[in-house]
């Protein structure tokens, strides 16, 4: 068998199948079954490198393809999935359309760059990461089960707005995986009301 198996490619395995499965829930309807597979991904995700840096068996080649495979399974879960989730929600228009091109163009080019760099500061992000739209997303999915209707305006502008944010020379903080399980609740919230198609 080809590549590496550890926990942390374990992990990201595990984050890159739930969000395929929420893309075809989101495109059946299923929406808040679809965000809850988008959050535990977003958790799986948090993880993978903290069980990465963890591994004892572990040398540049291991470490180099479990790069490799995070940044593709970060194009599923945090470029296509809420471009599928967004055009399951009704933005079907020209203007949606391109802004998700902008999106997804600005997300390959961020996780190519960050695969091919070194910081040399440990613990920030040059640019804005990909996974910026996973809380952005559950917030504003929040908000549509208690307002009743999907901000469409505001996401037109978002998706373009990231895609710029995403590909700026800008120094991020690395959040600390602890402070992310603040999702926690809200992925139970969408998972109970996720069996209704909306």
């Known amino acids: 068998m080809i590549g590496f198996l550890n926990p942390a490619v374990v992990m990201t395995y595990l984050g890159l199948l739930?969000?395929?499965l929420g893309i075809l829930l989101a495109m059946d309807g299923h929406t808040g079954l679809a965000l809850t597979l988008f959050g535990t991904a977003?958790?799986?995700d948090c993880f993978d490198g903290t069980l990465a840096r963890r591994s004892k068996k572990s040398n540049d080649t291991i470490r180099a393809f479990g790069i490799q495979v995070d940044s593709l399974a970060d194009m599923v879960s945090f470029g296509m999935f809420p471009i599928a989730f967004a055009y399951s929600l009704g933005m079907t228009d020209i203007w949606s359309l391109l802004g998700f091109g902008a999106y997804l163009l600005a997300c390959i080019t961020r996780l190519a760059n960050y695969n091919i760099t070194t910081t040399s500061q440990p613990g920030r992000f040059t640019g804005l990461p990909v996974t910026t739209i996973a809380p952005v997303f559950g917030f504003l999915y929040t908000f549509f089960c208690i307002a009743g209707y999907w901000p469409t305006t505001f996401m037109k502008i978002l998706?373009?707005?990231?895609?710029?944010?995403?590909?700026a020379k800008i120094t991020i903080l690395k959040p600390k995986p602890k402070y992310l399980l603040i999702a926690i609740p809200f992925i139970v919230y969408w998972f109970l009301h996720g069996f209704e198609v909306l």
């Not at 998706?159 to 590909?167: K, M, R």
């Open 159 to 167: 998706f373009p707005v990231l895609a710029v944010f995403y590909v």
């Open 42 to 44: 977003a958790l799986c």
């Open 18 to 20: 739930c969000s395929a």
